[in-house]
């Protein structure tokens, strides 16, 4: 009797059995035509790599253990010793260490670029600069990167752009469908959805790049393992709701945390005031994602009795859950900025950074309303 699943199964396998030599031969001969061994591919890295690659619209996509992992890999794809970078300044902190400390081993440099001055490279670019590293929405301000204009900017002084999509989704923003090279994503977050997973994807625009970013997958051993892969699979599925749900809610927090004494300022593009607001509202296709920052005084008494009074909002240095959690870009993303970056970036001591989750809305406006009493 042929067994057929509905869902694809969890292959749960570090090697694959061929049958004899001619079945080796095959599969040297016809890449793509059954597997070997995990590092190289499996059934279910495989199928969520496809899945994303889908959502995005892209040529190709991998999938690896981790957001940092996908970063890596997008990075390795278009550098070299010898090579220069160019990054955002308002950049997740892991992205700014992994260049500042590992890549700059390898011999690739960086220069971080002002958020002011994006769209005017000219002056920070190289001989050998070969990209631009920026996020659709940056973290942990929220500043909106339009990425036409700043795809057709790196374009012209011959830059592909690199940018990571995490906050925005492929249900907000498709930014290969903008002109960005490579798109990627820690899949630990909204793909996932569920704060069970670790794992990141690497999406490109061209079948060359997928290429390479398969072979940089497989030699440094960035597979994901089956099971996170799977998981991540059916996390998947929900996110064209769960996405909605989530810009939904974190509207509603951030119109009413505006209103509140103790709030200095909220971050949120969803807001009219937001510098960015016009832009995420059509980069974002009226949704403005989950993610905002508020700023309360700059004292660390006060972020404490904040975070121990709430109970909705726990203190968990990562997002995109389906509960909502809160984090502290200057002790956790951020920590290992100077203070001189953290300052210019606005990271101060009162910065708190609130991921909403999509639970019943009216239960956490009453436990921030609680918490900040």
Request: charged share 15%.
């Amino acid at each position: 009797m042929e067994i057929i699943p509905k869902i694809t199964p969890i292959y749960q396998t570090s090697v694959f059995k061929f049958e004899d030599l001619n079945e080796l031969e095959l599969y040297f001969g016809e890449p793509g035509s059954r597997y070997l061994y995990s590092r190289n591919g499996n059934p279910n890295s495989d199928e969520l790599a496809e899945a994303v690659n889908r959502l995005e619209g892209g040529a190709g996509a991998i999938a690896t253990g981790s957001g940092m992992a996908a970063i890596f890999a997008a990075l390795l794809a278009c550098c070299q010793a010898g090579d220069h970078v160019l990054c955002a300044a308002d950049i997740y902190g892991g992205s700014s260490s992994l260049l500042n400390n590992e890549l700059s081993r390898m011999g690739i440099a960086v220069t971080y670029v002002p958020f002011e001055q994006l769209y005017d490279l000219k002056q920070f670019v190289q001989p050998t600069t070969r990209l631009l590293l920026a996020e659709t929405m940056s973290n942990p301000l929220l500043r909106v990167a339009d990425l036409r204009r700043l795809a057709t900017e790196c374009h012209q002084l011959g830059l592909k752009l690199v940018v990571d999509n995490t906050f925005a989704t492929p249900m907000l923003t498709k930014p290969l469908t903008l002109g960005v090279d490579i798109v990627l994503h820690s899949v630990t977050k909204y793909i996932a959805g569920h704060s069970d997973v670790t794992a990141g994807a690497v999406v490109a625009a061209d079948p060359e790049t997928a290429a390479r970013l398969k072979q940089i997958g497989v030699l440094y051993g960035l597979t994901l393992s089956p099971m996170e892969s799977w998981l991540a699979m059916r996390g998947l599925k929900t996110l064209h709701l769960r996405m909605p749900a989530h810009s939904h809610n974190a509207l509603a927090i951030a119109e009413f945390l505006q209103e509140q004494p103790g709030v200095r300022a909220v971050y949120y593009p969803g807001l009219p005031d937001h510098p960015q607001h016009a832009l995420a509202k059509e980069q974002g296709h009226g949704l403005f994602g989950g993610m905002m920052s508020v700023l309360l005084a700059d004292d660390a008494a006060v972020v404490n009795r904040f975070m121990q009074r709430s109970q909705r909002f726990p203190f968990a240095p990562s997002l995109a859950g389906v509960d909502s959690s809160l984090s502290y870009p200057l002790g956790t993303s951020h920590r290992y900025l100077t203070p001189e970056q953290q300052a210019d970036l606005g990271i101060t001591v009162g910065l708190v950074r609130l991921s909403v989750g999509i639970e019943p809305v009216e239960e956490l406006l009453a436990d921030l309303q609680q918490a900040l009493r």
